[in-house]
C-alpha cells in the first residue's frame, strides 16, 4: 500500500499562485493513478483532477479548468497541483488520493481511490 502526505497549502490573495505537493511512500509509485480532491467548509469532498500512471492523461473539473495544473514525477514519487488565479470558492482542504491502475485509467469519483493523505489547508482571501 502508499502513504500520502500533501504539504503546500496557506494563504493567499485572490487571483494568486499555490503549489501543492503531494509526497508518496511505501510502495512502487508508477502503479498508481492520482487525484486531487478538496473540500469546502459545509461541503461534500469533491474532484478536482486526476493523473494517469505515467502523466500522459490527464482531466479537470470545469471549475478549476484553465487555471489548475496537476503533474507528477514519478522518480521522485510526487504528484504537483499549480493552482494559478485563485478564487475565494477555492478555499478548502485539499486531498491528494491514490489507486493501482491499469496505463492511462483516470478517475474522477471518490469511491475510485484506495488511499488518501490527511489534506492541506488552503484559503482565498477577496
Known amino acids: 500500500q502508499v502513504q500520502l502526505v500533501e504539504s503546500g497549502g496557506g494563504l493567499v490573495q485572490a487571483g494568486g499562485s499555490l503549489r501543492l505537493s503531494c509526497a508518496a511512500s511505501g510502495d512502487t509509485f508508477s502503479k498508481y493513478a492520482m487525484g486531487w480532491f478538496r473540500r469546502a467548509p459545509g461541503k461534500e469532498r469533491e474532484f478536482v483532477d486526476t493523473?494517469?500512471?505515467?502523466?500522459?492523461?490527464?482531466y479537470y473539473a470545469d471549475s478549476v479548468k484553465g487555471r489548475f495544473t496537476i503533474s507528477r514525477d514519478n522518480t521522485k514519487n510526487m504528484v504537483y497541483l499549480q493552482m494559478n488565479t485563485l478564487k475565494p470558492e477555492d478555499t478548502a482542504v485539499y486531498y491528494c488520493?491514490?489507486?493501482?491502475?491499469?496505463?492511462?485509467?483516470?478517475?474522477?469519483?471518490?469511491?475510485?481511490?484506495?488511499?488518501w493523505g490527511q489534506g492541506t489547508q488552503v484559503t482565498v482571501s477577496s
Open positions: 488520493a491514490a489507486v493501482p491502475a491499469a496505463a492511462g485509467w483516470i478517475g474522477t469519483r471518490t469511491y475510485d481511490y484506495q488511499y
Open positions: 493523473i494517469s500512471r505515467s502523466g500522459r492523461t490527464t
